[in-house]
């Protein structure tokens, strides 16, 4: 009886051996099998990585490239605009005065009103004294005035009836004072009644005024009006209003020496004028 159970029991191990190495035949097997599949993960995961790891790191280059081109299109419109001020600057400006230490360079940031051209802000005030009036030159001819209020500095170009300044016309320089009509035109008022003056002459600053210097050109004469005591005369203004960009301001006149003779034949030319010896006599 014994000898049976022994038997038996070396039987089922011999069986549970045989089981054992069956079954590590068939994982060898297996293993085997999926070796392969096991592998293409492998690489598949791998290259999914990577690829992620490139996705991000293309994602960084790419908003990184952005930052720099976006920097750069800043860049390239600041030189732009730059170059463009230049471009401008270069064509209005005129030597004379950017040499000159009275006259300061001033550029229109904005129009000073909505639906109106005639009046605008300039930058390079801070320097200027409030409230004194300035004359504007646009590359060599009268463009308007200037004046500092509550630490604006503000242009008032020659079609603003505000804008006025004392003017000489023709070749004898009759005495005249500028008043703005529109963007093309300006009246001269209070010449005297018996001063010869044309059409076609020449209007020019007289420098008197302590506006702008003596000779700055300011338009052509294309209509005299007699008033009851003096004569106005209209005229074709040169400068571009329409186009304010940049100005040359006069922060200084310098006193003018006149020739003694020169005064001398104008006031002679005064007193031998009819009108001006019946004023004579009457007094």
């Known amino acids: 009886m014994m000898n049976k ?19 590590a035949e068939i994982q060898d097997q297996f293993s085997k099998m999926v070796l392969p599949i096991k592998e293409q993960y492998v690489n598949l995961s791998t290259g999914v990585n990577e690829n992620i790891e490139k996705y991000n790191s293309q994602a960084k280059t790419i908003d990184s490239l952005k930052e720099e081109n976006l920097l750069l299109r800043k860049y390239l419109y600041k030189q732009k605009s730059t170059i463009n001020q230049l471009e401008q600057y270069s064509k209005v400006k005129f030597e004379v005065f950017s040499t000159n230490e009275d006259i300061l360079p001033v550029q229109t940031i904005s129009y000073s009103k909505f639906n109106d051209f005639s009046t605008v802000y300039l930058n390079h005030g801070e320097n200027l004294k409030d409230e004194k009036i300035y004359g504007l030159i646009q590359k060599n001819v009268a463009a308007g005035i200037a004046i500092k209020e509550n630490g ?59 506006i702008f210097l003596a000779n700055i050109p300011v338009g052509t004469v294309k209509n005299i009006l007699t008033r009851s ?10 400068a571009d209003i329409l186009h304010p960009n940049y100005f040359y301001l006069v922060k200084k006149v310098p006193i003018q020496i006149y020739d ?24």
């Open 152 to 210: 604006l500095l503000e242009g008032i170009l020659l079609s603003n009836l505000k804008c006025q300044f004392s003017t000489f016309i023709g070749e004898k320089k009759m005495p005249g004072i500028a008043k703005g009509i529109d963007e093309n035109t300006m009246e001269i008022n209070f010449i005297p009644k018996w001063s010869k003056i044309n059409i076609g002459d020449k209007v020019i600053t007289s420098g008197l005024d302590n």
């Open 229 to 238: 005591t003096y004569k106005t005369a209209i005229i074709d203004t040169y």
């Open 5 to 23: 159970k022994i038997i038996f029991f070396i039987f089922i191990l011999l069986i549970a051996l045989l089981l054992l190495k069956k079954e």
């Open 260 to 283: 003694i003779n020169e005064t001398k034949k104008l006031i002679d030319q005064n007193l031998s004028n009819p009108l001006s010896r019946k004023k004579r006599k009457t007094h």
